[in-house]
T-cell receptor, first 114, second 116 residues
Framework: KNQVEQSPQSLIILEGKNCTLQ??????????LRWYKQDTGRGPVSLTI?????NTKSNGRYTATLDADTKQSSLHITASQLSDSASYIC?????????????FGKGTHLIIQP | EPEVTQTPSHQVTQMGQEVILRCVPI?????FYWYRQILGQKVEFLVS????????KSEIFDDQFSVERPDGSNFTLKIRSTKLEDSAMYFC??????????????FGPGTRLTVL
């Protein structure tokens, strides 16, 4: 069964600090891995998408890494801001293009304190 | 910037009633999806739709559920006889523009369904 596990479950850091969120997956076949940001009561918003051959991808202060051999990914947030408070969800796709249903992790609930 | 829209934002219904959740995907997208998120739990895939038919569905998507693209813009999810456990946030998503090789899915804001 395809699974995505994330850690930590929740994290509190001070504004301006960096943090790293972890994701492990067992999804086969593997197509791509995505990180989404979800504000409370809102739909997920894509931050990064990485395919098998990509090790790192950045989007502003967000940098995602992927190790397809160990089936691990991380999301690093630099110089955190209050608006970064949200759930960060690791999502894995098992198909190439087309109408592929995604497998979601439970997310890491990040709180940025002033 | 184009976005996925959903209506209503909140739907309250009695157990056993039928509900229809509506979505307007991004206009040039070809693939459409429904997901749900029970309060405090992870987002779960329900169904994907392409070329006017279901491409893939999960175990959750049983005979009580159906999807339809009644015209060129709307994509609907119908629950025939709602149960208490259907209470959740339902997200519509779309993907697959003409030049989109990544198949990035764009999510709507969700409809919160409450079954009493």
């Amino acid at each position: 069964k395809n699974q995505v596990e994330q850690s930590p479950q929740s994290l509190i850091i001070l504004e301006g600090k960096n943090c790293t969120l972890q994701c492990n997956y067992t999804v086969s076949p593997f197509s791509n891995l995505r990180w989404y940001k979800q504000d409370t009561g809102r739909g997920p918003v894509s931050l990064t998408i990485m395919t098998f051959s990509e090790n790192t991808k950045s989007n502003g202060r967000y940098t995602a890494t992927l190790d397809a051999d160990t089936k691990q990914s991380s999301l690093h947030i630099t110089a955190s801001q209050l608006s970064d408070s949200a759930s960060y969800i690791c999502v894995v796709s098992a198909k190439r293009g087309g109408a592929d249903g995604l497998t979601f992790g439970k997310g890491t609930h990040l709180i940025i304190q002033p | 910037e184009p976005e996925v829209t959903q209506t209503p934002s909140h739907q309250v219904t009695q157990m056993g009633q039928e509900v229809i959740l509506r979505c307007v995907p991004i206009s040039n997208h070809l693939y459409f999806y429904w997901y749900r998120q029970i309060l405090g739990q992870k987002v779960e895939f329900l169904v994907s739709f392409y070329n006017n038919e279901i491409s893939e569905k999960s175990e959750i998507f049983d005979d009580q559920f159906s999807v339809e693209r009644p015209d060129g813009s709307n994509f609907t999810l119908k629950i025939r006889s709602t149960k208490l456990e259907d209470s959740a946030m339902y997200f519509c998503a779309s993907s697959g523009g003409p030049r989109d090789s990544s198949n990035e899915q764009f999510f709507g804001p969700g409809t919160r369904l409450t079954v009493l």
